[in-house]
């Protein structure tokens, strides 16, 4: 059965309508079953129905209204296997009270003679002065109780039918979220195959992750380490052209010595790649 967000095309399944659906069911069986035994004799039912009829069926209806609790029990405790067993016998239980409101129809409607013979003894008596009489209305009344226990039958068929639907689509819903739930804790299936952990695009770059930034590019070096100690320093010119200092050129001083270097290019050790070697003493600015 597919899951379903809605019960009686407005209410929300979870919670309320499944427990409307639930307490729907509570109160036919009760009602269904003490009009069955608590009212007067049905005219088109009498003599033509066992007496025992009623009791049977107002057990059943009982028995269906005291699983309902069962079902309100395994909703409150969110537990699918107890709803699942509850579904399976509240169906049990309705098909056998409809079928016994099924063959007590049908036998009413078979036995018409001895309903309105039993109709015209209770009600009219010996009198011949109401015999017409009593002969056009014990005809009447049991055909019409007939077709109005027909007509409730089909309007309680159908939305018993309904409610049964709705329960099975919560079942459904339930033995689903449950699945999910457990799936989460399964070793079988780590959390990570449920929710993309590995690496993802940029959603401000369009392109694909693997290929090289603008920045931090790194590439391996085809150079050895003494092919690059012997080149020669790349000298970037700035500062009006005074070399990689602020100094002006009157004011720079050779590494080697105290006299000044007129524009001088800075000296580059040994075991340095570019600017003044790292360890040389300088001397201080005048």
């Known amino acids: 059965m597919k899951p379903r967000e809605y019960c009686c095309c407005a209410i929300p399944l979870i919670y309320f309508g499944i427990y409307f659906a639930l307490f729907e069911q509570f109160a036919l069986g009760i009602t269904a079953g003490t009009l069955s035994i608590g009212t007067p004799s049905i005219v088109g039912a009498t003599a033509a129905t066992p007496s025992a009829a009623k009791w049977i069926f107002a057990i059943i209806c009982y028995v269906g209204a005291a699983l309902q609790l069962m079902g309100f029990a395994a909703v409150h405790k969110e537990r699918p296997t107890l709803f699942r067993r509850f579904t399976t016998l509240h169906l049990i239980v309705t098909l056998a009270a409809f079928a016994i409101a099924a063959v007590w129809i049908a036998l009413s409607a078979a036995r018409h003679g001895k309903a309105v013979s039993a109709c015209k003894t209770n009600f009219f008596g010996t009198d011949s002065a109401l015999e017409d009489?009593?002969?056009t209305l014990c005809d009447i009344f049991p055909w019409a109780d007939v077709?109005?226990?027909?007509?409730?039958?089909?309007i309680l068929a159908i939305m018993q039918g309904y409610l049964y639907f709705v329960l099975s689509a919560y079942i459904a819903s339930q033995e689903?979220?449950?699945?999910?739930f457990d799936s989460m804790y399964d070793a079988t299936k780590p959390l990570a195959s449920d929710i993309p952990l590995t690496e993802r695009a940029d959603p401000w770059d369009s392109r694909s992750p693997g290929s090289p930034r603008g920045y931090h590019d790194r590439s391996e070096s085809i150079d050895s380490v003494s092919t690059v100690m012997g080149s020669k320093a790349q000298q970037p010119r700035g500062y009006d052209d005074y070399g990689q200092t602020s100094y002006r050129p009157d004011e720079r001083r050779d590494a080697d010595s105290s006299t000044p270097?007129?524009?001088a290019a800075p000296v580059v050790n040994s075991g340095n790649i570019q600017g003044y070697g790292r360890g040389a003493d300088y001397a201080d600015h005048l």
């Open 261 to 263: 270097n007129a524009g």
């Open 176 to 180: 689903l979220d449950h699945s999910r």
């Open 133 to 135: 009489e009593g002969n």
């Open 147 to 154: 077709g109005i226990m027909g007509g409730l039958f089909v």
